[in-house]
């Protein structure tokens, strides 16, 4: 199946401070999300996002599906920015129905 | 706003009890999911659905059932708790097809003892 490597695994801020996280997978893919995973276990949808460039506030996410990888940057971090971040990502190969398989996650860290 | 509501946010099981662990979307989505999520090992699909009645095992299905008799409600079933069963457990939801977008519920954190 679709491998999902995301790094760094641990990253840590100062608030105020810019990042990139990384997500690379080792096929086609049909679909791609990035998730935030708050304290309490439930994962925000942060960007839907196969292809493309997209932004949302301080937040914005790059997919370049022919070189297989994808980044989120995160602006001017708040401690609000604190937890897991996933990548997930749909195979396009074969019938997926929607199926996501998830990379291991960054956790970051931010400090007041 | 598209909401995916699971039943309980903690529960605390016996080994051997037969658990449900319930979810419900209310945006008329045609494909369900379920996932546990254990440390070092990520995010895990056990079961989906497609359709109604429809059920297709995911990676890891053993030791688990699921239940579609309405679209708006997708329950996983396990059959016989056991304790390499704790795990939190996540419900999806989406639109028909592959290229659409995924919603998950709060999770359930699951304790078997």
């Known amino acids: 199946g679709i491998q999902v490597e995301q790094s760094p695994p641990d990253l840590i801020l100062q608030e105020g401070a810019n990042s990139t996280l990384r997500c690379n997978f080792s096929?086609?893919?049909?679909?791609l999300q990035w998730f935030h995973q708050n304290p309490w276990g439930q994962l925000i949808n942060l960007f839907y996002?196969?292809?493309g460039t997209k932004q949302n506030g301080r937040l914005s996410a790059t997919t370049v599906a022919t070189e297989r990888y994808s980044l989120l940057y995160i602006s001017s971090s708040q401690t609000t920015d604190s937890g897991v971040y996933f990548c997930?990502?749909?195979?396009?190969?074969?019938?997926?129905?929607?199926?996501?398989?998830f990379g291991q996650g960054t956790i970051l860290t931010v400090h007041p | 706003d598209v909401k995916v509501t699971q039943s309980s946010r903690y529960l605390v099981k016996r080994t051997g009890e037969k658990v449900f662990l319930e979810c419900v979307q209310d945006?008329?989505?045609?494909?369900m999911f379920w996932y546990r999520q254990d440390p070092g090992l990520g995010l895990r699909l056990i079961y989906f659905?497609?359709?109604?009645?429809?059920?297709e095992k995911g990676d890891i299905p053993e030791g688990y059932s699921v239940s579609r008799e309405k679209k708006e409600r997708f329950s996983l079933i396990l059959e016989s708790a056991s304790t390499n069963q704790t795990s939190m457990y996540l419900c999806?939801?989406?639109?028909?097809?592959?290229?659409?977008?995924?919603?998950f519920g709060q999770g359930t954190r699951l304790t078997v003892v």
């Open positions: 096929d086609s893919v049909n679909n």
């Open positions: 945006m008329d989505h045609e494909n």
């Open positions: 659905s497609y359709d109604v009645k429809m059920k």
């Open positions: 996002i196969p292809s």
């Open positions: 999806a939801s989406s639109l028909q097809g592959a290229f659409t977008e995924a919603f």
């Open positions: 997930a990502v749909g195979s396009a190969g074969g019938t997926s129905y929607g199926k996501l398989t």
